[in-house]
């Protein structure tokens, strides 16, 4: 009886005393992570991206000054659109980055690894540039809602899109920092005008290679007030696929069992802003003309704009960037 | 056992003692959001005090309630009463100390007593090294202790459920003891709603474990329970001024403001938890992850054994039985309480409910959950002295195991149960300096202490009150005249701020990143997207401060690009979790 009162106490300060010591020197001190954000700026160049990791740390932003721009995150859903796209790839891993790491498997082994205290600066060979990156493409693309042009430009702070007028006035497809994960990243948000309507970004002269990526989902926003949304991905007149979303936010695979356990059970059909990889082989390479269109799932005639946001990222990989 | 004057010495000292230790730890800490209102209302009420010195006619005729008192009806007069009347003191002796800390003094005082009444309580029922034990446990527990430094109700009502058990076990037996009875139930409901369905408790403890039916086959109801049924609302309205002038509609107004409360996001494994129904599991898991090990161990333990307990004395009472209920031998060789007035089972029977009860209600999936931890905080003194009787007895099960003592040996065992408990409490007293004064974001060894919570997705802020390390850099930085986008901050702390002298005068409050010279904002959960309408609005992805527990980030400054710097950066950085380019 005396060992039933006792032990688990023993035991919990045994484990206390010991995890307090070893956790210790998991915070980065700042000379070191200013040292490992100078590296990897450097590294990343003007081209190249870099991730952070644990996804939530911030002062790595703040040591990396203007070079923070180029930080694209480093959940899951930046993860996941990095293959191909960058010719570099820089990541900035703090202590307790584990559960992070495996996201960044497909790019393959670091060319080079530097410590910094207890930040590790990671260089990868992104395999890029992107054929196309639908983010830096989107000032080029034709909208149009049911064939209806959206022709006025749009640029407010660091936010840039395309206005629609007459029945269209006030829809705005715009790219933006967006919360499609905890972290947030930029994407293209795509509200829907009316119940049926379909809102598409067009473009000419995509050079397609083997894969196209697409990823689409709802903000938190999107997941707790709208309904599923279907993109089509159009080549040159075709759908070659149709991606649907399911209003729901993006769970952190690390998190997927803590969060059934306690929370919730998770959606049958995935959750969140995710990526599709389209398999563009059998189309051909060279110029193609590329659509993504956005509809609801279903018309039930009770929602609104606000309801029906989605938001999208899409980019054709680079050469060295097979996935 | 009883309480002798000895202990109710030591129980002053402690409460002198920890709310010392408060006041002088509060310094570094922002305010709450929900101090921004109390410290409004603290100002309002303090106008009351005044004419209730100077024209008392006035002050308690209808007019002149409902002119100082009617500002935040949601909420008791008592302890804002008492943030009122510090502040007024303070105005009227001329003290040099700011506005916010003569309205937090109250507060700080409150603290000491929960401490105190913590010591009282455990005393009633243990040795005097099992009482120590209760209390270091419970002060050394992050969230608990960082909740003792803010002018909430939060300390306050923890503080009163104690007492108001404390007197239900020491005095509901004489009829004076029990007008005290319901009298501390009166001031325990005046700080805070939560102790409402507490005299539910007492009544089915007493169903349960006392009550005897007379011949006639009625039961025969003690006097304490009148006096909590009439005594009790008396006082509780005699505490509260601005029921006075139509108290049945104000109070139906005031309850059914709780019963409908509005839902305010919480992070909670990577989901914001918005509206119901919510995970039953939630205060539990909250508690599993925040309350340091140690200390989570004992109170497991000390729960199961007075669950164990508490079977057996209500399967002595109710289970038939060749000896009567008092004649079933105790089950543990250190009783819990005198067991001449009642066998140990059916003390940690009341304990384990008034414990429990906090839980279970915010367990209901229609309850509100946001606040973090501080809305079950109540039920943590009685799992505490739970906790510290089952360290006494298993000592003093190990004492019996070594086989014969002597008087010494019995001294030296009693040494080994401080010892351990100053042991089990260190680790809670370590979490809560390494994130000070963050102490929301503090998380315990099983989720890997904050970094760890960070990574499972869990709520590491509300309320804003980070934001008090960044106002030198804020100071330093805003050119003249700018506004700030204060994130979480609500417009009464902003006001307070700039009151007291810790934000200049000339920087106002913006409502949102657009048009703000610098925005201070808390980059998770609800509060993420005015990060990104940082990013978006300005295109800065470089924040000039990030305040951070154990690197963690609690929140952000980022000034915009047209702010231009009238000192260099950085050098407002705080003490401890501040990092600045």
Redesign the interface.
């Known amino acids: ?2 060992a ?3 032990l ?2 023993a ?3 045994v ?3 010991a ?2 010591v070893a ?1 210790a020197d ?3 001190a ?1 000379d070191d ?2 040292a490992a954000c100078a590296h990897a700026a450097r590294a990343a160049g003007d081209d190249g991206a870099i991730v952070v990791l ?1 996804p ?4 790595p ?9 180029r ?1 694209v995150g480093g959940d899951g859903p930046a993860a996941a659109l990095l293959p191909g796209r960058f010719p570099r790839v820089v990541a900035v891993v ?3 980055a584990a ?1 992070w790491l495996p996201a960044l498997a497909g790019l393959g082994a670091p060319r080079s690894a530097q410590r910094f205290g207890a930040v590790d600066v990671l260089v990868f060979d992104g395999g890029g540039p992107a054929r196309f990156d639908l983010l830096t493409a989107l000032p080029g693309a034709r909208v149009d809602v049911d064939g209806r042009p959206c022709t006025t430009p749009l640029e ?4 840039r899109g395309h206005g629609c007028e007459g029945d269209d006035a006030g829809l705005r497809v715009t790219r ?4 499609v994960s ?1 972290s ?1 990243r930029l994407v293209v948000r795509v509200p829907e005008p009316r119940p049926g309507a379909r809102v598409a970004l067009r473009f000419d002269d995509v050079a397609l290679g083997d894969t196209l990526v697409v990823a689409a989902g709802h903000t ?1 926003a999107g997941a ?1 007030r709208g309904r599923a949304m279907i993109v089509d991905v159009v080549v040159d007149d075709a759908v070659v696929a149709s991606l649907r979303r399911a209003p729901s ?1 993006f ?2 695979p ?2 997927a069992a ?2 059934a356990a ?3 059970p998770p959606a049958e059909d995935g959750e969140g802003f995710r990526a599709t990889v389209i398999d563009t082989r059998r189309l051909g390479g060279g110029a193609h003309r590329l659509a993504l269109v956005v509809r609801a799932a279903a018309d039930d005639g009770a929602h609104t704009t606000v309801d029906h946001e989605l938001a999208l990222d899409a980019y054709v990989p680079g050469p060295g960037g097979a996935r | 056992m009883t309480t002798t004057r000895g202990d109710r010495g030591v129980a002053a000292r402690i409460a002198v003692v920890v709310a010392v230790v408060v006041g002088l730890t509060a310094t570094t800490l922002g305010f709450t959001r929900d101090e921004g209102y109390y410290f409004k209302a603290g100002a309002l009420y303090a106008g009351w005090w005044r004419t209730l010195v100077s024209d008392p006619a006035t002050a308690l005729s209808a007019a002149g309630i409902d002119r100082h008192l009617a500002y935040n009806p949601e909420h008791p007069f008592l302890l804002k009463g008492s943030f009122a009347a510090s502040l007024a003191l303070k105005t009227a002796l001329g003290v040099p100390v700011a506005d916010h800390v003569a309205l937090r003094l109250p507060a700080w005082i409150v603290a000491g007593l929960s401490a105190a009444f913590v010591w009282l309580l455990a005393r009633q029922l243990l040795p005097r090294r099992g009482a120590l034990v209760a209390v270091l446990l419970f002060v050394s527990m992050p969230h608990v202790f960082w909740h003792m430094h803010v002018a909430c109700f939060d300390i306050g009502v923890t503080a009163a459920h104690t007492a108001l058990v404390w007197a239900w076990l020491r005095f509901r037996g004489t009829p004076r003891g029990a007008v005290v009875v319901g009298v501390a139930f009166g001031v325990a409901a005046a700080m805070k709603h939560n102790v409402l369905p507490v005299p539910a408790l007492f009544v089915l403890h007493w169903l349960l474990t006392e009550s005897v039916r007379s011949r006639d086959g009625r039961l025969r109801l003690p006097l304490v329970f009148f006096c909590l049924a009439l005594l009790a609302p008396i006082v509780y309205v005699v505490l509260w001024p601005y029921l006075w002038p139509d108290v049945v509609g104000r109070f139906a107004r005031y309850l059914s403001f709780h019963l409908h409360h509005e839902h305010y996001p919480i992070l909670y494994f990577g989901d914001l938890l918005t509206a119901p129904p919510f995970p039953w599991l939630f205060p539990f898991v909250m508690s599993a992850v925040t309350i340091p090990l140690p200390t989570l161990a004992l109170l497991v333990t000390g729960t199961a054994l007075g669950a164990v307990t508490a079977g057996r004395a209500l399967g002595a009472r109710w289970r038939p039985r060749r000896v009567g209920p008092e004649l079933e031998p105790e089950a543990t060789r250190v009783p819990l309480g005198d067991v001449a007035v009642a066998p140990s089972g059916q003390t940690a029977l009341l304990l384990l409910l008034n414990g429990l009860l906090p839980f279970v209600l915010i367990a209901l999936p229609s309850t509100p959950i946001f606040g973090g931890t501080k809305h079950w905080m109540n039920g943590l003194p009685f799992l505490c002295v739970l906790g510290a009787w089952a360290l006494v007895e298993g000592v003093a099960r190990l004492q019996a195991a070594v086989g014969r003592v002597t008087p010494q040996d019995g001294r030296r065992f009693a040494a080994v149960v401080v010892v351990v408990g100053v042991v089990a409490a260190l680790p809670g007293v370590v979490i809560s300096v390494r994130v000070w004064p963050y102490g929301l974001g503090s998380y315990n060894e099983l989720v890997g202490f904050t970094r760890g919570a960070a990574n499972v997705g869990m709520q590491r802020t509300f309320w804003g009150y980070e934001a008090r390390a960044a106002l030198p850099l804020v100071n330093a930085r805003t050119p003249r005249g700018g506004r700030i986008h204060f994130g979480d901050v609500n417009a009464d702390s902003h006001a307070r701020y700039v009151g007291d002298g810790l934000l200049r005068r000339d920087i106002g409050f913006a409502g949102a990143v657009r048009g703000a010279a610098v925005a201070h904002v808390e980059p998770q959960g609800e509060f993420k997207q005015q990060q990104l309408d940082v990013w978006n609005e300005w295109g800065r992805h470089d924040p000039d401060l990030v305040l951070h527990a154990e690197g963690v980030p609690l929140s952000t400054v980022t000034f915009a690009p047209s702010s231009s710097p009238s000192t260099s950066p950085g050098t407002a950085a705080p003490r401890a979790g501040g990092s600045a380019p």
Request: include cysteine; charge should be negative; aromatic fraction near 4%.
């Open positions: 009886m005396a039933l009162l006792l688990p106490l035991c919990a300060v484990a206390s005393l995890l307090l956790e998991d915070v980065p700042d992570l200013a644990p939530w740390t911030l002062r932003l703040a040591a990396l000054g203007p070079a923070a721009a930080v703090e202590p307790d559960p407010r702070g660091a936010v933006e920092h967006a919360l905890e947030g938190r707790e936010f769970v952190e690390s998190r803590l969060r306690f929370v919730r």
